[in-house]
Each structure stands twice: as structure tokens, then as C-alpha cells.
């Protein structure tokens, strides 16, 4: 009777050694996949919160004084506001493959993709220029560089239009 309770408790070891064995296995080809899913995922919503800030910014920037609250949630990556270059982007770092060709600059309509190879992962970097038509301001301050980081919470942004201020032909939006 002792050799039969010693050979169950054994079995039972094997058996809950065996599942977790598998469990591993399975989660080593599956977490790979998921991650990556995450990645795309990630990157995609970056574009699409760039891309409806560019609607904003095409619906006002013709009418001054119109302003245009929005909530911006950002999860992953860093959302800045280039005032000085007039440029408006997202970095994500740590991605596990490259969303498009490492090193070219590639277009998804006015926003524009560029994956950099880091040395482990890589980086996106997504933006829209608008240097050639209106003079980004960040809190009515030009030349400076705002960075939104990840948070729980929605940040809140107003897009405000001032029209040709300096009478240069280049029109002022200011996000703040």
C-alpha cells in the first residue's frame, strides 16, 4: 500500500510537470504573435489620432478664431509638437518587428511612417508636416518643443486658429 501511494503522488507530479511543459511550449510560439498584434495595433492608432488632428487642423486653420477641443488618449509612445519645425508626431519605441521599411520615409496619406532599427527593437516615428502651409504654435509659444508621454487619463487639446498673423502667407494654429 505504501509503494501505491508513492506511485500516485509521483504520477501526479509527472502529469502536473508535463501540462505546465506544454502550457510553456504553447505560450512560447503564441506570445510572439500577440506581441506583434499589440505592436501593429499601437502604431495604427497613433496614425489614426494623427490623422484626425490633420482634420481638425484642415477644418480650421482657414476661419481664425475658431477653436477645436479634442480628447487624446495615449498609451504607448510620445506625442509631440515640433512648433519650431511645424511638425506634429509620435515615437514608439520597443517595437519586436518593423511596422514598415527600416529607414524609409513612407506615406499613409499626409502622415508620414519612418521605422528605425534600434539595437534590440525597433522605433516608429509618425508625423505630419506642415511646414509649407501653416506655423504650428504650442501655447502661443513658437520655436518650442511640447512631448505628451503615455498617462491613464485623456490628455485634453485645443486647436485654436489665428489666421495669417504676420501676414507671410502662412497661416497660425496653435496647440495647447
Sequence with gaps: MI???G??????????????????????FVMPRINSSKDSLVVEQSVSSLKEINNIINKI???????????????KGMFSIDSENDVVYF????????????????????????????????????????SSRINITNNGIDGAIKSL???????????????????DGLFVVDIS
Design 61 to 75: 486653420w482657414l476661419t481664425p478664431g475658431n477653436k477645436w477641443p479634442i480628447s487624446m488618449s495615449i498609451k
Design 149 to 167: 508621454s503615455p498617462a491613464p487619463t485623456p490628455y485634453k487639446i485645443t486647436l485654436s486658429s489665428f489666421g495669417d498673423i504676420n501676414n
Design 3 to 5: 509503494n501505491k501511494r
Design 91 to 130: 515615437v514608439i519605441d520597443g517595437l519586436s518587428k518593423p511596422y514598415s521599411e527600416v529607414g524609409t520615409l513612407v506615406p499613409f496619406g499626409e502622415v508620414n511612417l519612418l521605422t528605425i532599427k534600434n539595437q534590440k527593437d525597433y522605433s516608429i516615428i509618425a508625423s505630419i508636416n506642415y
Design 7 to 28: 506511485q500516485i503522488w509521483i504520477e501526479t507530479v509527472l502529469y502536473t510537470l508535463i501540462g505546465l511543459a506544454l502550457i510553456g511550449l504553447v505560450l512560447s
